[in-house]
């Protein structure tokens, strides 16, 4: 068994194909820099698929149908085409159609597109009919062969309020002149919780038996990160079949569905929730979390790729004098931490706190950041909090580190024998490997030991990674100087000056203050180690800072301040626990040696 230092080297190398894959496969080349464009002027004509039957009970049920517009309309035209009702909350605000009776225009008041305050706000609902169209839809379906009228999307309902505001509901009404009459009432709190109860009155003679059924529906293919660090797409905590994740590139593959399209058809969930989320921004149903439900993930792949997150519950009677009610609740908003665990504790929602994507290492990621906002509560500042954590996690692995680099000092005074071993037993590796151990046990030595600092580590690192990639509360949170966004890259960059020279560098070349920092405190650590004697490693080791350093030049700043520090800390605690072992502490050396090294080139 060699030294620990292969090992080391190999996790190293490991650690490094990871963030190389993240950042070559996965990250965007300048996250949120802009918006996906505007992806068609026009489409051609799209029917809406058949909806399955929700288990047997419930009658076979036809999903109303709507055909998209050879042109479309912006969303001017669209918004002006219908009358509405006008959503104003404390954190929202837009408009439901009264044609149709979608939630199909929401505006996040506290949240806009830069950095810029006068920006505009971020827009995340759009009416039907315009690009990139966005909403919610709620109908009532009716078994096959019934001849019962029903609200569709040419249904102009009639309202009580012209403005829906946490204070009062509207109710929208609609007579379909067959002795039924449906009612909507539509509530919204303070945040960003809807609650929709669909009713229905049989004013005659006649009964029906029908079937809620709501869908969000979402017309292109969004923009998404495409990383395995986040999840972006259909998501939903289906009852007892637990987490369900489906990414639009997955459900364009997915398994043919009954009625058309492709993707997921989940039977019979109790509790939890479905629906759609971005990065940032999420929509999805919640029903009654007693109560049984169908929900299916679709793709329909045409001249316009379709999504649908819709939701089926139990089928319902109506008869006179016994009305039919069926009451869901759809959040539409920012996926804050607080907010999402605040619904998830006060309305009970099964595992809502998934419509966050916390990751593998959940145990650690969201204790990670609740500490961080701990620290931002009390500095008011994400970034120092991002410092105060990095230090407390330093001070926790502390003993670990003190221990492997204990056992470090050992191996580095035994060095002389096992250069002797391996001398003795050249021609002779098994030999070797044994007379190897047999030292390490008489010296007490655990050759492994400074592997296990950095392998316990490294869900830390993701847990922090992670954290600052994922939650909102990062996004246009500032640092100090020209770091505004720890969500975005350094805007800066050393091929224009940082600057000064009025020229935007390509992406690959967005090399900016904070990961030349970076750079330099990574090629400082790996100086506090002798240099390797394979000239190979010599190679690698050499280069590694300077492809780490255009690696982390596309990364949110957070993550590389978070870097830079960790690696300050590491040379300084490395330094002062290698001195008080009494190990040799190659820094100086190796410094002087590089210097030279230059000089001679130079010269």
């Excluded at 289906?238 to 989940?266: C, I, N, P, R, V």
């Excluded at 793709?299 to 379709?306: E, M, N, R, S």
């Excluded at 595992?351 to 906002?373: A, S, V």
Aim: glycine share 6%; with cysteine.
């Amino acid at each position: 068994m060699q030294d620990s230092k292969n090992l080391i080297l190999a996790i190293a190398l490991s650690m490094a194909v990871l963030v190389g894959w993240q950042y070559f496969f996965g990250l965007p080349m300048l996250e949120g820099a802009k918006k996906q464009a505007e992806q068609m002027a026009q489409q051609s004509a799209q029917t809406t698929p058949t909806t399955p039957t929700q288990g047997t009970a419930t009658p076979s049920a036809t999903a109303p149908s709507t055909t998209a517009p050879s042109t479309l309309l912006s969303r001017e035209e669209a918004l002006a085409a219908s009358p509405r009702v006008i959503i104003d909350t404390p954190k929202l605000k837009g408009s439901i159609s009264l044609k149709g009776g979608d939630l199909d225009d929401i505006a996040f008041k506290s949240y806009r597109e830069t950095v810029d305050p006068q920006s505009p706000n971020i827009v995340f609902f759009s009416p039907d009919k315009t690009p990139n169209a966005y909403f919610a839809r709620f109908f009532w379906l009716a078994a096959q062969g019934s001849t019962i009228e029903l609200p569709s999307i040419t249904t102009v309902w009639t309202s009580d309020s012209d403005k829906l505001t946490t204070e009062k509901p509207v109710t929208l009404s609609w007579d379909n002149g067959q002795g039924f009459l449906f009612k909507r009432v539509i509530a919204v709190d303070d945040l960003y919780m809807f609650s929709i109860t669909d009713s229905v009155e049989a004013t005659g003679a006649a009964s029906a038996t029908l079937v809620p059924y709501s869908v969000i529906r979402r017309f292109n293919k969004p923009h998404v990160v495409g990383t395995y660090v986040l999840h972006e797409g259909f998501v939903g905590v289906l009852g007892d079949q637990g987490l369900a994740e489906l990414t639009y590139d997955k459900s364009d593959k997915g398994e043919a569905l009954a009625g058309g399209g492709k993707g997921a058809h989940y039977k019979a969930a109790i509790g939890g929730f479905t629906g759609i989320t971005d990065k940032y921004w999420a929509a999805a149903f919640i029903p009654d979390q007693s109560q049984t439900y169908d929900a299916t993930y679709r793709a329909i792949d045409g001249t316009t790729h379709i999504y649908e997150a819709d939701m089926m519950l139990p089928a319902a009677t109506v008869a006179p004098g016994a009305p039919a009610t069926s009451t869901k609740r759809l959040f539409v908003g920012a996926k804050e931490v607080k907010t999402v665990d605040g619904y998830a504790a006060s309305l009970s929602i099964k595992r809502f706190d998934l419509l966050i994507d916390w990751g593998w290492f959940y145990f650690f990621t969201k204790p990670l950041f609740q500490l961080m906002e701990f620290f931002f509560h009390w500095t008011g500042n994400f970034g120092i909090a991002i410092l105060i954590v990095t230090v407390l996690v330093k001070a926790a692995f502390f003993p670990l580190a003190n221990k492997s680099y204990a056992s470090m000092a050992k191996m580095k005074a035994v060095q002389p024998q096992m250069a002797a071993i391996r001398e003795r037993f050249a021609e002779d590796k098994v030999k070797q490997q044994q007379e190897l151990m047999e030292l390490y046990k008489k010296e007490r030595i655990n050759p492994i030991a400074g592997c296990w600092p950095m392998l316990i580590q490294i869900p830390v690192f993701f847990s922090l990674y992670k954290v600052i990639y994922v939650t909102i509360e990062m996004r246009h949170a500032p640092f100090f100087g020209w770091i505004q966004d720890l969500a975005s890259p350094d805007p800066t960059t050393v091929f224009n000056l940082f600057g000064l020279i009025p020229w935007t560098p390509p992406t690959m070349l967005m090399i900016g203050i904070w990961p030349l920092i970076m750079g330099v405190t990574m090629w400082l650590q790996m100086k506090m180690n002798p240099a390797p004697t394979d000239p190979v490693q010599q190679t690698m080791f050499a280069w590694m800072p300077v492809i780490f350093t255009f690696m982390l030049g596309s990364f949110p700043a957070g993550l590389v301040i978070y870097w830079t520090w960790n690696n300050t800390l590491s040379v300084a605690q490395q330094y002062l626990i290698m001195k008080r072992h009494g190990v040799q502490i190659e820094l100086w050396g190796n410094l002087s040696n590089s210097f030279k090294a230059l000089t001679r080139k130079k010269s």
